[in-house]
């Protein structure tokens, strides 16, 4: 199971974890989960942003007499200790027990726990029910959730061995989630169409 | 086994029930008429199909229509967002318990619950609602896209008057004679058919295909061809069982007043039959034919000059027709009823008469004769305790020249259709213009069987006093052109378009043969 970061920010709609590594953030839409053997928490990554430590200190251009990007890192090697890569995961699920629900935690993740990207069959296993949709339309968020839906379908669709199948599917419970709002619906197909 | 279709989503024991079809069915599967089950709580319901629309969960979708040309987004939104629709009336319904299901269907009082499912009729709920090919029931076709056996209650079904309606080449022949093949193997009743066409006796013409046998080609022992027109007949090759030739003495006043129409006669002419017959007793037509003025006119008669005319010229028609003959050597009356009691069913062929006058006046007058027989006996039957005569059934077509308003209330059909089995004599109505049939008459009859019908007023008139009436008006008039027709009525729990069963092939013969199921059973015995 590849370790992914570390819970630094968390309630119960959501959490903010750092990486490891710099700018190794896991995938817009993958399902990551958090927690312990007691209880786990899923989350669907909607934001990854990388900025300065120090809120106040703004990195500066450096790049005038390098050749290359990578140049850059070399000569200045505290850099990758001054920049910190951080991803945001919004709460679609738990697991109980042996139980698992599509629905928020009692309880919001712990900080300091350690995020996993989940397995391919972790992810199959979670998309068996779509009510995880719900949750990521009825969410306010400041990325555009139609492409946090598509681009979350996208991720678990390559868990499935028929990858049509599976995001018809989706789709056709995305048309009754949203079939108030076709143009948004139409977007999403859009986006999740081979 | 079943194939679902839907879930009712809403509806009214008036209107119907409101089918959201799955995303698994095709809307172009469905087809008005076709025949559906409803599983509800506690009770399963019988419908039919009378519309088939289509919807949108959001007016946008068909403002701003999606690329559907992309297999994916098209079947994302078959059945979710764009979806069909059925309309189903339900017509029966059958409980869940031991008691109703001894019962069998009973008309529908009620309406399925919300979401209860949809299914396609099995075969096994035809059966149920219009029984198995038995003692009693035919096997008249096949419901719409089914191949299960449709089969009528034949003894029910000639308890009442019935007709066949449709336009002019939908069928109505064949159906007719598939009914009348029916009708002699498996109810007691004996028929007399008035063949203007000359298509039920010998052999029938199919369009564009060789001709087809008719029942005494099938039935030797069972059918007798009568002949208005010997000649004709014998050129067709057709054997002959009796040549009916009519006196000039059998015509009575009420014939005349019938054929007013067809004979330009005045009212007065007809009122002046009535005087003549007074007069001269049963040979007033040669005797008015031999008048040669108002002078010559007995004491006590006054006619008008004019009026005499025009009365002596319709009756030269009438005296030209072949068959009329001063005095008939035998009596067709008699013969028939010999015939019919037998329990043999007479076919009267016309021959080359085929204009309306011949039909009206013989088909009235034998009928006549024969519905006075049989009220006699009826009435002997029913003070002394014997039996009772062998139920009649009589076919006419081109019923609305008998059955207009003007002449239902004088012709005997408008009486036999109005009285009914009272006195075991009902009638088969063939009609393509069911509109020019009295109001009261249409009213009367059983069990109707309509073939496509276009006009207007011609569609209104066979679903009068119908439950559900726009619905199977729909219906009706998505019927093919061929083969199709929709039943309903006295005989049948509940309507039903059906294919009618295949006729004209050898082995569509064999079918109707009797004894065919023994066969059956020995080569099963031996197989």
Known sequence: MERVG???????????????????????????????????LYGVVYNA????????????ARGKDE????????????????????????????????????????????????????????????SQSFDFLNILISSHLTVPVDEIVSACLRQMSQAHEDRRAFLVAAGKELAVLLSGDFNQFKAILGRIKQ | MNDRLGIVVSGSLTRGVEVRLDSSASVEDMVVGRYVTIEGNRRRFFGMITDVSLGVTDSNITQTPPDVADPFIAEVLAGTSTYGTLHVSS??????????????PQPVKTIPGHFSPVNLASERDIELVFGKEDEERFWIGNPLDMETKLCLNLEEFVKRSNGVF???????????????????????????????????????????????????????????????????????????????????DEIEPEDIGLLRQTLNLTELAVEAVYQ????????????????????????????????????????MTIRRLPFIEPHAPTNAVDSILSYLDRGINVVLEFGRFRDITSYILVANMLSRRIYAQYQARMERAMGEDIAKPTPLVITIEEAHKFLNPELANQTIFGTIAREMRKYNVTLLVIDQRPSGIDDEVMSQIGTKITCLLDNERDIDS???????????????????????????????????????????????????????????????LWS
């Open chain 1, 6 to 40: 570390e819970v630094v920010e968390a309630s119960t709609t959501d959490f903010v974890a750092q990486c490891y590594e710099l700018y190794q953030s896991p995938p817009l839409g993958s399902l990551v989960k958090t927690g312990d053997s007691g209880g786990e």
């Open chain 1, 49 to 60: 942003a990388t900025t300065s430590l120090e809120p106040g200190r703004r990195p500066i």
């Open chain 1, 67 to 126: 050749a290359s990007e990578e140049e850059i890192y070399r000569s200045n090697p505290q850099l990758l200790k001054l920049l910190r890569s951080e991803f945001n995961a919004l709460v679609v699920g738990h697991r109980q027990g042996d139980k698992l629900h599509h629905y928020l935690s009692p309880q919001p993740a712990r900080i300091h726990g350690f995020v996993y990207l989940c397995s391919p069959e972790e992810v199959k296993e979670f």
């Open chain 2, 91 to 104: 017509y029966l319904t059958i409980g869940g318990d031991v008691d109703s299901l001894l019962e069998g």
């Open chain 2, 166 to 248: 449709g336009k002019s080449g939908t069928g109505k022949t064949f159906l007719t004679r598939i009914l009348l093949i029916g009708m002699l193997q498996k109810s007691k009743a004996v028929n007399l058919i008035f063949d203007m066409h000359n298509e039920y006796g010998w052999a029938g013409t199919s369009e564009g295909g060789p001709p087809v046998k008719a029942l005494k080609q099938l039935f030797q022992d069972r059918v007798a061809v009568f002949t208005l027109d010997e000649e004709n007949s014998r050129r067709r090759k057709v054997s002959t069982d009796f040549v009916v030739r009519i006196g000039y």
């Open chain 2, 276 to 315: 003549l017959r007074r007069q001269f007793g049963k040979d007033w037509l040669q005797n008015t034919l031999d008048l040669k003025g108002v002078d010559e006119l007995p004491e006590g008669v006054n006619i008008h000059e004019s009026t005499l005319q025009n009365l002596q010229r319709g009756l």
């Open chain 2, 462 to 524: 066979v679903l009068a006093g119908v439950s559900g009436k726009s619905e199977l008006k729909s219906v009706l008039a998505k019927l093919a052109a061929k083969q199709q027709a929709l039943i309903f009525g006295h005989a049948v729990p509940m309507p039903v378009v059906f294919r009618s069963r295949e006729y004209g092939s050898a082995e569509s013969y064999k079918d109707f043969l009797p004894g065919k199921p023994a066969e059956k059973d020995i080569e099963d």
